[in-house]
Protein backbone atom coordinates (compact mmCIF):
# COMPACT_ATOMS: atom_id res chain seq x y z
CA UNK A 1 0.00 0.00 0.00
CA UNK A 2 1.27 3.14 -0.98
CA UNK A 3 2.64 5.34 2.04
CA UNK A 4 -0.33 8.06 2.43
CA UNK A 5 0.28 11.13 4.83
CA UNK A 6 -2.80 11.37 8.11
CA UNK A 7 -3.18 13.77 10.02
CA UNK A 8 -1.01 14.34 12.88
CA UNK A 9 1.50 11.09 11.82
CA UNK A 10 4.97 11.81 11.63
CA UNK A 11 5.87 11.83 7.81
CA UNK A 12 9.15 12.81 6.20
CA UNK A 13 10.07 16.43 5.17
CA UNK A 14 8.52 17.41 2.30
CA UNK A 15 10.86 18.17 -0.66
CA UNK A 16 9.89 19.80 -3.78
CA UNK A 17 9.97 17.23 -6.82
CA UNK A 18 10.02 17.72 -10.86
CA UNK A 19 6.73 16.44 -12.13
CA UNK A 20 6.52 16.00 -15.98
CA UNK A 21 3.15 16.60 -18.01
CA UNK A 22 2.36 13.25 -19.63
CA UNK A 23 -1.28 14.46 -20.81
CA UNK A 24 -4.45 16.56 -20.18
CA UNK A 25 -7.81 16.18 -20.50
CA UNK A 26 -9.98 19.86 -21.75
CA UNK A 27 -12.44 20.22 -18.99
CA UNK A 28 -14.10 23.50 -19.90
CA UNK A 29 -12.93 26.55 -21.63
CA UNK A 30 -11.08 28.01 -19.10
CA UNK A 31 -10.58 24.38 -16.75
CA UNK A 32 -8.15 21.93 -17.99
CA UNK A 33 -6.86 18.63 -15.75
CA UNK A 34 -3.10 18.31 -15.78
CA UNK A 35 -2.36 14.31 -15.82
CA UNK A 36 1.47 14.83 -14.12
CA UNK A 37 3.61 11.73 -13.29
CA UNK A 38 5.98 12.44 -10.04
CA UNK A 39 8.63 9.94 -9.48
CA UNK A 40 8.56 8.99 -6.09
CA UNK A 41 4.89 10.40 -5.39
CA UNK A 42 4.27 8.86 -1.36
CA UNK A 43 0.47 8.45 -1.88
CA UNK A 44 -2.66 10.84 -0.85
CA UNK A 45 -5.77 11.00 0.55
CA UNK A 46 -8.68 12.66 -1.54
CA UNK A 47 -9.03 16.22 -0.14
CA UNK A 48 -5.39 16.59 -0.15
CA UNK A 49 -3.36 19.53 -1.67
CA UNK A 50 -0.18 20.45 -3.47
CA UNK A 51 1.64 23.57 -3.73
CA UNK A 52 2.97 24.12 -7.31
CA UNK A 53 6.41 26.19 -8.04
CA UNK A 54 7.35 28.05 -10.85
CA UNK A 55 10.50 29.77 -11.50
CA UNK A 56 10.93 31.89 -14.21
CA UNK A 57 14.53 32.09 -16.31
CA UNK A 58 15.75 35.23 -13.93
CA UNK A 59 15.50 32.92 -10.56
CA UNK A 60 11.91 34.95 -9.48
CA UNK A 61 9.44 31.95 -8.43
CA UNK A 62 6.24 31.59 -7.29
CA UNK A 63 4.08 29.03 -5.59
CA UNK A 64 0.42 28.26 -5.97
CA UNK A 65 -1.58 25.25 -3.92
CA UNK A 66 -3.78 23.22 -5.98
CA UNK A 67 -6.11 20.14 -4.69
CA UNK A 68 -5.81 16.86 -6.10
CA UNK A 69 -8.56 16.11 -8.47
CA UNK A 70 -8.17 11.84 -8.26
CA UNK A 71 -7.31 9.53 -5.22
CA UNK A 72 -3.95 8.27 -5.27
CA UNK A 73 -3.09 5.95 -8.08
CA UNK A 74 0.81 4.89 -7.98
CA UNK A 75 2.96 7.75 -9.65
CA UNK A 76 0.08 9.67 -11.50
CA UNK A 77 -1.28 12.76 -10.12
CA UNK A 78 -4.50 14.98 -11.39
CA UNK A 79 -4.76 18.65 -11.05
CA UNK A 80 -7.96 20.85 -12.38
CA UNK A 81 -6.73 23.71 -12.86
CA UNK A 82 -9.41 26.78 -13.78
CA UNK A 83 -7.84 29.77 -15.52
CA UNK A 84 -7.68 33.44 -13.50
CA UNK A 85 -7.77 36.18 -15.70
CA UNK A 86 -4.80 37.95 -14.26
CA UNK A 87 -3.21 34.87 -12.25
CA UNK A 88 0.19 34.26 -12.60
CA UNK A 89 0.55 30.66 -12.18
CA UNK A 90 -2.84 29.38 -14.06
CA UNK A 91 -2.65 30.73 -17.33
CA UNK A 92 0.58 29.23 -17.53
CA UNK A 93 -0.80 25.53 -16.07
CA UNK A 94 -3.80 26.40 -17.84
CA UNK A 95 -2.84 27.02 -21.64
CA UNK A 96 1.09 27.13 -22.15
CA UNK A 97 2.32 23.97 -19.92
CA UNK A 98 2.65 21.54 -22.89
CA UNK A 99 3.03 17.42 -22.51
CA UNK A 100 6.61 16.51 -21.28
CA UNK A 101 7.37 19.92 -19.75
CA UNK A 102 8.31 20.09 -16.02
CA UNK A 103 6.91 21.66 -13.08
CA UNK A 104 8.11 21.60 -9.68
CA UNK A 105 5.15 20.11 -7.67
CA UNK A 106 5.27 19.39 -3.04
CA UNK A 107 2.95 17.31 -1.68
CA UNK A 108 0.47 15.85 -0.71
CA UNK A 109 -0.36 18.80 1.88
CA UNK A 110 -3.44 19.18 4.41
CA UNK A 111 -5.06 16.71 6.99
CA UNK A 112 -7.98 18.53 7.83
CA UNK A 113 -10.34 18.74 4.50
CA UNK A 114 -9.85 15.13 3.64
CA UNK A 115 -12.23 12.20 3.47
CA UNK A 116 -11.51 8.63 4.30
CA UNK A 117 -12.83 5.60 1.83
CA UNK A 118 -13.02 4.07 5.11
CA UNK A 119 -15.78 6.17 6.92
CA UNK A 120 -19.58 5.16 6.93
CA UNK A 121 -21.16 8.56 7.93
CA UNK A 122 -23.11 10.32 5.81
CA UNK A 123 -20.97 13.07 3.87
CA UNK A 124 -22.24 16.50 2.36
CA UNK A 125 -20.11 17.76 -0.41
CA UNK A 126 -20.86 21.71 -1.28
CA UNK A 127 -18.40 23.10 -4.50
CA UNK A 128 -18.96 25.96 -5.83
CA UNK A 129 -16.85 26.84 -9.65
CA UNK A 130 -13.73 24.56 -9.72
CA UNK A 131 -14.22 24.01 -5.80
CA UNK A 132 -15.48 20.72 -7.08
CA UNK A 133 -11.88 19.64 -7.58
CA UNK A 134 -11.36 18.25 -4.03
CA UNK A 135 -14.68 16.88 -3.84
CA UNK A 136 -14.38 15.03 -7.00
CA UNK A 137 -11.12 13.24 -5.98
CA UNK A 138 -13.33 11.89 -2.77
CA UNK A 139 -16.75 10.98 -5.16
CA UNK A 140 -14.13 8.86 -7.05
CA UNK A 141 -12.05 7.22 -3.97
CA UNK A 142 -15.74 5.97 -2.72
CA UNK A 143 -16.07 4.52 -5.96
CA UNK A 144 -12.67 3.04 -6.27
CA UNK A 145 -13.44 1.78 -2.65
CA UNK A 146 -16.80 0.40 -3.73
CA UNK A 147 -17.71 2.50 -0.41
CA UNK A 148 -21.45 2.47 0.61
CA UNK A 149 -21.55 6.08 2.89
CA UNK A 150 -24.29 7.90 1.87
CA UNK A 151 -22.90 11.26 -0.32
CA UNK A 152 -24.92 14.04 -1.53
CA UNK A 153 -23.30 16.54 -3.68
CA UNK A 154 -24.10 20.44 -4.46
CA UNK A 155 -22.47 21.52 -7.04
CA UNK A 156 -23.11 25.49 -7.91
CA UNK A 157 -21.80 26.41 -11.38
CA UNK A 158 -22.80 30.00 -13.38
CA UNK A 159 -23.83 27.62 -16.74
CA UNK A 160 -24.01 24.64 -18.19
CA UNK A 161 -21.02 25.40 -19.91
CA UNK A 162 -19.12 26.01 -16.94
CA UNK A 163 -19.57 22.17 -15.31
CA UNK A 164 -16.48 20.46 -14.68
CA UNK A 165 -16.33 16.73 -14.80
CA UNK A 166 -20.34 16.62 -16.54
CA UNK A 167 -20.21 13.58 -17.75
CA UNK A 168 -18.33 11.39 -15.36
CA UNK A 169 -20.86 13.24 -13.00
CA UNK A 170 -23.88 12.35 -15.00
CA UNK A 171 -22.60 8.59 -15.18
CA UNK A 172 -21.49 8.58 -11.45
CA UNK A 173 -25.27 9.92 -10.17
CA UNK A 174 -26.46 6.82 -12.23
CA UNK A 175 -23.85 4.17 -11.41
CA UNK A 176 -22.47 5.14 -7.90
CA UNK A 177 -25.03 4.01 -5.40
CA UNK A 178 -26.08 5.76 -2.59
CA UNK A 179 -24.41 9.44 -4.29
CA UNK A 180 -27.43 12.06 -5.21
CA UNK A 181 -26.25 14.78 -7.27
CA UNK A 182 -27.73 18.37 -7.37
CA UNK A 183 -26.46 21.02 -9.82
CA UNK A 184 -27.40 24.67 -9.03
CA UNK A 185 -27.35 27.21 -11.95
CA UNK A 186 -26.50 30.80 -10.62
CA UNK A 187 -26.71 32.23 -13.85
CA UNK A 188 -28.07 30.30 -16.72
CA UNK A 189 -29.94 26.67 -16.91
CA UNK A 190 -30.48 24.21 -18.96
CA UNK A 191 -33.92 24.38 -20.69
CA UNK A 192 -36.23 22.97 -18.39
CA UNK A 193 -34.30 22.70 -15.65
CA UNK A 194 -36.29 22.45 -12.69
CA UNK A 195 -34.55 25.09 -10.55
CA UNK A 196 -34.90 28.64 -11.67
CA UNK A 197 -30.79 30.36 -11.93
CA UNK A 198 -29.74 31.68 -8.37
CA UNK A 199 -27.47 31.80 -5.96
CA UNK A 200 -27.33 28.49 -3.74
CA UNK A 201 -29.77 29.11 -0.65
CA UNK A 202 -30.98 28.06 2.28
CA UNK A 203 -33.93 26.27 0.76
CA UNK A 204 -31.55 24.24 -1.37
CA UNK A 205 -29.22 23.25 1.42
CA UNK A 206 -31.95 22.03 3.28
CA UNK A 207 -33.74 20.12 0.12
CA UNK A 208 -30.55 18.50 -1.16
CA UNK A 209 -28.06 18.03 2.24
CA UNK A 210 -28.82 16.34 4.89
CA UNK A 211 -31.08 16.76 7.84
CA UNK A 212 -28.35 17.76 10.46
CA UNK A 213 -30.16 14.81 12.90
CA UNK A 214 -27.98 12.69 10.62
CA UNK A 215 -24.66 13.97 11.48
CA UNK A 216 -23.29 14.58 8.02
CA UNK A 217 -19.80 15.51 7.56
CA UNK A 218 -20.29 18.53 5.17
CA UNK A 219 -17.07 19.82 3.17
CA UNK A 220 -17.34 22.93 1.60
CA UNK A 221 -15.32 24.49 -1.37
CA UNK A 222 -15.65 27.14 -3.21
CA UNK A 223 -14.62 30.61 -3.70
CA UNK A 224 -14.43 32.43 -0.57
CA UNK A 225 -17.55 34.40 0.05
CA UNK A 226 -19.37 31.45 -1.38
CA UNK A 227 -17.39 29.36 1.41
CA UNK A 228 -18.94 31.77 4.06
CA UNK A 229 -22.25 31.94 2.78
CA UNK A 230 -22.34 28.20 2.41
CA UNK A 231 -20.67 27.54 6.12
CA UNK A 232 -23.23 29.99 7.69
CA UNK A 233 -26.42 28.66 6.17
CA UNK A 234 -25.16 24.98 7.51
CA UNK A 235 -25.13 26.28 11.42
CA UNK A 236 -28.12 27.97 10.58
CA UNK A 237 -29.75 24.84 9.78
CA UNK A 238 -28.46 23.37 12.88
CA UNK A 239 -25.41 22.11 11.75
CA UNK A 240 -22.58 21.37 14.39
CA UNK A 241 -19.58 23.40 13.50
CA UNK A 242 -17.32 20.95 14.18
CA UNK A 243 -18.26 18.98 11.07
CA UNK A 244 -18.38 21.56 8.77
CA UNK A 245 -14.72 21.41 6.65
CA UNK A 246 -14.16 24.22 4.54
CA UNK A 247 -11.61 24.83 1.74
CA UNK A 248 -11.52 28.48 0.22
CA UNK A 249 -9.41 29.85 -2.61
CA UNK A 250 -8.89 33.42 -2.12
CA UNK A 251 -8.06 36.18 -4.66
CA UNK A 252 -5.17 34.77 -5.53
CA UNK A 253 -6.20 31.94 -6.67
CA UNK A 254 -4.07 31.07 -9.52
CA UNK B 1 -8.80 50.51 -4.80
CA UNK B 2 -11.73 48.62 -4.21
CA UNK B 3 -11.45 46.53 -1.11
CA UNK B 4 -12.92 42.84 -0.97
CA UNK B 5 -14.19 41.84 2.03
CA UNK B 6 -13.15 38.44 1.06
CA UNK B 7 -9.53 39.11 0.56
CA UNK B 8 -8.16 36.52 2.55
CA UNK B 9 -7.87 32.55 1.80
CA UNK B 10 -8.17 29.74 4.84
CA UNK B 11 -5.73 27.93 7.34
CA UNK B 12 -4.99 24.92 4.52
CA UNK B 13 -3.13 27.58 2.77
CA UNK B 14 -0.65 27.20 5.55
CA UNK B 15 -0.11 23.64 5.16
CA UNK B 16 2.59 23.50 2.46
CA UNK B 17 4.62 26.42 4.07
CA UNK B 18 4.33 25.03 7.75
CA UNK B 19 5.61 21.19 6.46
CA UNK B 20 8.93 22.93 6.33
CA UNK B 21 9.15 23.44 9.76
CA UNK B 22 6.92 20.99 11.07
CA UNK B 23 7.26 17.37 11.36
CA UNK B 24 3.12 16.74 11.27
CA UNK B 25 0.46 18.80 9.95
CA UNK B 26 -0.32 21.83 11.95
CA UNK B 27 -3.36 22.88 9.82
CA UNK B 28 -5.44 20.01 11.54
CA UNK B 29 -3.94 21.60 15.34
CA UNK B 30 -6.14 23.35 17.35
CA UNK B 31 -5.21 26.89 18.45
CA UNK B 32 -6.46 29.11 20.96
CA UNK B 33 -6.63 32.63 20.22
CA UNK B 34 -4.79 34.97 22.63
CA UNK B 35 -7.39 37.64 22.05
CA UNK B 36 -10.46 36.19 22.46
CA UNK B 37 -9.84 33.39 23.69
CA UNK B 38 -11.66 30.96 21.37
CA UNK B 39 -10.49 27.87 19.33
CA UNK B 40 -10.57 26.60 16.17
CA UNK B 41 -8.70 24.64 13.42
CA UNK B 42 -5.56 26.36 12.00
CA UNK B 43 -7.04 24.97 8.95
CA UNK B 44 -10.15 27.71 9.42
CA UNK B 45 -7.39 30.93 10.31
CA UNK B 46 -8.25 33.52 7.73
CA UNK B 47 -5.15 33.92 5.93
CA UNK B 48 -3.61 36.60 3.98
CA UNK B 49 -0.67 36.35 1.36
CA UNK B 50 -0.83 39.38 -0.40
CA UNK B 51 1.56 40.77 2.75
CA UNK B 52 5.03 39.33 2.16
CA UNK B 53 4.84 36.18 3.75
CA UNK B 54 1.66 34.48 5.12
CA UNK B 55 -0.84 36.33 8.01
CA UNK B 56 -3.24 34.86 9.68
CA UNK B 57 -6.19 35.64 11.66
CA UNK B 58 -8.89 34.61 14.10
CA UNK B 59 -11.83 34.02 12.54
CA UNK B 60 -13.94 34.92 15.67
CA UNK B 61 -11.99 38.40 16.61
CA UNK B 62 -9.70 38.91 13.63
CA UNK B 63 -6.49 39.32 16.05
CA UNK B 64 -3.46 38.17 14.32
CA UNK B 65 -2.82 34.54 15.85
CA UNK B 66 0.44 33.58 13.40
CA UNK B 67 2.92 35.25 10.66
CA UNK B 68 5.13 33.34 8.47
CA UNK B 69 7.50 34.84 6.48
CA UNK B 70 9.70 32.99 4.26
CA UNK B 71 13.38 34.39 2.93
CA UNK B 72 15.78 32.34 0.72
CA UNK B 73 17.41 31.33 3.98
CA UNK B 74 15.52 31.34 6.72
CA UNK B 75 11.90 31.13 8.15
CA UNK B 76 9.89 33.68 10.64
CA UNK B 77 7.65 32.35 12.55
CA UNK B 78 5.13 34.62 15.47
CA UNK B 79 2.80 32.64 17.32
CA UNK B 80 2.43 35.46 19.88
CA UNK B 81 -1.01 36.06 19.00
CA UNK B 82 -1.73 32.24 19.58
CA UNK B 83 -1.81 31.24 23.36
CA UNK B 84 -1.75 27.24 22.79
CA UNK B 85 -1.47 24.51 19.47
CA UNK B 86 -2.83 21.33 20.35
CA UNK B 87 -1.36 18.89 17.62
CA UNK B 88 -3.31 15.50 17.50
CA UNK B 89 -0.50 13.18 17.38
CA UNK B 90 -0.36 9.20 17.10
CA UNK B 91 0.59 7.67 20.29
CA UNK B 92 3.67 7.88 21.59
Do not use: K
Not at chain 1, 49 to 76: F, N
Not at chain 2, 41 to 51: C, E, G, I, Q, S
Amino acid sequence: MARTALPGRLSPRLEWRVATLADFVDETATARTLLLDVPGWPGHLPGQHVDVRLTDEDGYSTQRSYSLAAPADGERVELTIQRVEDGEVSPYLADTLAVGDPIELRGPVGGWFLWHPSRTAPVLLVGGGSGIVPLMAMVRARRQARSRAPFRLIYSVRTPMDLIYASELRRSARDDGGLDITTVYTRSAPEAWPRPPGRLGLDDIERFGWPPQFEPTCFVCGPTGFVEHVATTLVHLGHDPRRIRTERFGPTGG
Amino acid sequence: MVTNAYEYEDGNALAGPLSELFAVDVTAATGRCVSCGDTGRVADLRVYVNAPGYVARCPGCDHVMLRLVRSPDAAWLDLQGTLSLRVPMPPG
